[in-house]
């Protein structure tokens, strides 16, 4: 089965979800593409003062995500988040360009500062973005999740920023999560976050 994960890098629940995806994976025989879905493009290109470099980091980050999307590289935009998780998320650290390229570098990309440094894949990130949000939105944001056989893409699923469930309960979430991804009467199912 084919999946599409579009992702910020900059958002910490996105993060806990895609080492969630990345382990059922290989267990469920699941193809995973990772594109891009700004959370700066969702919110206008609005930020905080604090949030301004973090922004910039990820709008730099998918920059590389886009390009090696371009390329069928997968697996190294797989690696290439991965590098980026565990140096903010895992680390307690926020996103920087420093980070961003170090991670590049720790995930094997050449040439990698030239694309992050490129603006002319801004195209590219916006309609990978406008693709995730029109599939699964609106009043939507990061992660959105497209599975092979749904007509529409879903948001999420969220899972909290403490750890990735076991093996039995991610495999539990992926199981439910699919057939409702590809109904067509669910719309949605929410709780609180504590």
Not at 149 to 167: F, L, N, S, W
Request: proline content about 5%.
């Amino acid at each position: 089965m084919d999946a599409t994960y579009y992702f910020d890098p900059a958002c910490p629940f996105t993060w806990r979800t895609s080492r969630w995806l990345a382990s059922v994976a290989p267990e469920r025989d699941v193809t995973v593409t990772w594109r891009a879905f700004s959370l700066s493009i969702l919110n206008g290109g609005e930020s905080s003062e604090q949030y301004r470099p973090i922004m910039a980091a990820s709008r730099h980050a998918l920059r590389l995500v886009e390009a090696l999307a371009a390329d069928g590289r997968h697996d190294d935009a797989a690696k290439f988040y991965t590098e980026i998780g565990n140096r903010t998320f895992e680390a307690g650290a926020q996103l920087s360009d420093d980070i961003v390229a170090a991670a590049a570098e720790a995930a094997g990309i050449e040439d990698a500062k030239t694309i992050l440094d490129d603006p002319s894949w801004d195209e590219a990130v916006r309609a990978s973005h406008d693709k995730a949000f029109g599939s699964a939105g609106p009043d939507v944001g990061s992660p959105v999740l497209a599975v092979e056989g749904a007509d529409r893409a879903v948001h999420g699923p969220i899972i909290g920023t403490d750890e990735t469930p076991g093996r039995e309960e991610a495999l539990a979430i992926w199981d439910a999560v699919v057939p409702l991804a590809r109904s067509q009467a669910f719309f949605e199912l929410k709780r609180g976050r504590r």
